[in-house]
């Protein structure tokens, strides 16, 4: 049955106090301080201390306690789970003969599961109906997903267990915006993520797996180092305890998210490769506009407020947090719609699948190309109040006129535009544009990931050679361009230009 949650008022800062306090008292008649601190066993306060650390700052707010009968689940907050393992914890440490063992010797006993698992339209449980008893609801779908859950929960030896549909109390926005912040850590932090796919029996029905095609799973599947994947009737899909040490399933996730199995394995939140996981983003799709941004938090270790009704703004201010702190040309590589708010921003990660197989190598990670020169680009573009401000080594173009219409005929709005060169040094560009609205007089590119030279200074000589391709921003200025600067021209594709000898050039700062 599900139990009513227990002691929901405390606050950490007065439980840690208390623990410590009561502990002293317990103690003091038994062993002195000197004593402990010559042999460096821990005492009770110690004990509870690392584990007020713990729970408060790398578990959930909420957790489901999983009775040893399993009929019993019983939601608690991090107060009343300090309570409950309190005399546990004291009797498995009480033995131990350094304090630095108290850490993993807490860990290991308060292990969770979290559950990994596509929402169902209605009839999950909610934290309302976890915070009463509720027998009648049993047989709801989401009640009996839940309990399978925690059954599997505690065939891992796990007696608390965390999902998202109830251990969160969406009526408290500071829980909430922890929890958005923080799920990447408490997944990554969970002993096992069990996932439930409910459109699979096997491994060949990922390819039409919802759970794969939405936006929050992505940091579910890369945050844990254990997962474990359960099909439509609760049957695992293969025979390993963690099916990221499954070479068959490794390969199956691989090819269903297109995401290497190196990552699979050993992802690491940052920002770096901030390119390649945009481009996995956006194979994902999110009910509400926001979380397209908020699901990324984790996955690329950013601080980023939580602010439902932003809509697209919350996807801008993402990029302006990646921006401010990322040094790698390749995430200026996009194209498509721009952000309403900003031209120099894509309006989502979908800008970054646009580019074809031409384009495809030059994007790569610097990494990935041996003789790729370490110091491409400028690697101190920022967002300021006139937009993005990029040195870039800029090559003025002409337009060549759209052929014109045929009597009778339709313009179409989509048309490549050929971009001439007035330098021999340089080939023509085609890039593909709406042509509806171009009120340019004068056309230029703004060539990206040139070879910077070494003195690392603002405004030095970029070098390009002519066995690359480059990637170009297509730039366009008239009397009514902001700043009588210039203006990012909107493109199907990502550009790239070659050029016919090698070249030196003065770069130039940009606004766009």
């Not at 578990?59 to 300090?82: A, F, K, N």
């Not at 963690?242 to 990552?263: F, P, W, Y």
């Given at each position: 049955m599900f139990a009513a949650p227990i002691g929901l008022e405390h606050g950490a800062a007065a439980l840690a106090n208390n623990v410590a306090e009561n502990t002293e008292s317990d103690v003091e008649d038994e062993i002195s301080c000197n004593e402990v601190d010559q042999d460096g066993a821990p005492t009770?306060?110690?004990?509870?201390?690392?584990?007020?650390?713990?729970?408060?700052?790398?578990?959930?707010?909420?957790?489901?306690?999983?009775?040893?009968?399993?009929?019993?689940?019983?939601?608690?907050?991090?107060?009343?789970?300090?309570?409950?393992?309190?005399?546990?914890?004291?009797?498995?440490?009480?033995?131990?003969?350094?304090?630095?063992?108290?850490?993993?010797?807490?860990?290991?006993?308060?292990?969770?599961?979290?559950?990994?698992?596509?929402?169902?339209?209605?009839?999950?449980?909610?934290?309302?109906?976890?915070?009463?008893?509720?027998?009648?609801?049993?047989?709801?779908?989401?009640?009996?997903?839940?309990?399978?859950?925690?059954?599997?929960?505690?065939?891992?030896?796990?007696?608390?267990?965390?999902?998202?549909?109830?251990?969160?109390?969406?009526?408290?926005?500071?829980?909430?915006?922890?929890?958005?912040?923080?799920?990447f850590k408490w997944y990554r932090n969970a002993e096992i993520c069990i996932v439930f796919l409910a459109d699979s029996s096997s491994i060949s029905d990922f390819p039409e797996e919802v759970w794969f095609q939405r936006g929050w799973t992505l940091?579910?599947?890369?945050?844990?180092?254990?997962?474990?994947?359960?099909?439509?009737?609760?049957?695992?899909?293969?025979?390993?305890?963690?099916?990221?040490?499954?070479?068959?399933?490794?390969?199956?996730?691989?090819?269903?998210?297109?995401?290497?199995?190196?990552?699979?394995?050993?992802?690491?939140?940052?920002?770096v490769d901030v390119r390649e996981k945009m481009i996995w983003a956006s194979k994902r799709r999110t009910t509400r506009i926001e979380d397209i941004a908020y699901s990324l938090i984790g996955i690329l270790n950013v601080s980023l407020s939580v602010a439902y009704g932003e809509g697209e703004r919350a996807f801008r201010r993402l990029m302006e947090a990646i921006m401010r702190a990322c040094r790698e040309w390749q995430i200026l590589a996009w194209a498509g719609p721009h952000s309403p708010f900003q031209a120099s921003i894509p309006r989502s990660p979908l800008a970054y699948c646009a580019f074809n197989e031409a384009s495809a190598n030059t994007l790569l990670p610097d990494r990935y190309i041996m003789d790729r020169p370490s110091k491409l680009g400028d690697p101190f573009f920022t967002m300021t109040k006139r937009g993005l401000e990029l040195e870039v080594i800029l090559v003025e173009m002409m337009l060549q006129q759209p052929a014109p219409r045929r009597p009778g005929g339709t313009r179409k709005k989509t048309q490549d535009i050929h971009l001439i060169s007035d330098s021999a040094s340089f080939y023509d560009v085609t890039a593909r544009c709406d042509i509806t609205f171009l009120p340019f007089s004068q056309w230029a590119v703004a060539i990206v990931n040139y070879q910077a030279d070494e003195s690392g200074k603002r405004g030095g000589i970029g070098k390009l050679n002519p066995t690359s391709d480059y990637l170009c921003f297509v730039l366009g200025s008239s009397i009514h361009s902001a700043h009588g600067g210039w203006q990012k021209v909107e493109t199907q594709k990502i550009v790239t230009i070659r050029t016919k000898r090698e070249v030196y050039q003065q770069v130039t700062t940009v606004w766009l």
């Open positions: 009770e306060a110690d004990i509870m201390t690392a584990t007020v650390e713990l729970v408060f700052n790398e578990m959930p707010s909420h957790l489901i306690y999983i009775s040893d009968d399993y009929e019993t689940m019983t939601l608690i907050d991090r107060e009343t789970l300090v309570d409950l393992f309190r005399p546990e914890l004291i009797w498995v440490c009480k033995d131990l003969v350094s304090k630095d063992q108290l850490p993993d010797v807490v860990r290991q006993n308060l292990r969770y599961a979290a559950l990994s698992h596509r929402w169902l339209s209605v009839g999950e449980p909610t934290f309302q109906e976890m915070s009463v008893e509720r027998d009648h609801q049993f047989t709801r779908p989401g009640f009996t997903k839940l309990r399978n859950f925690c059954q599997k929960a505690r065939e891992y030896g796990c007696r608390l267990a965390w999902s998202d549909t109830c251990c969160i109390d969406k009526r408290s926005s500071a829980e909430l915006d922890e929890a958005i912040r923080a799920m940091q579910e599947l890369l945050a844990p180092p254990r997962i474990k994947f359960y099909g439509r009737h609760w049957d695992e899909l293969s025979r390993s305890r963690n099916d990221k040490e499954d070479h068959s399933m490794l390969e199956a996730l691989s090819q269903v998210t297109g995401i290497s199995r190196q990552n699979l394995l050993y992802f690491s939140p940052g920002l």
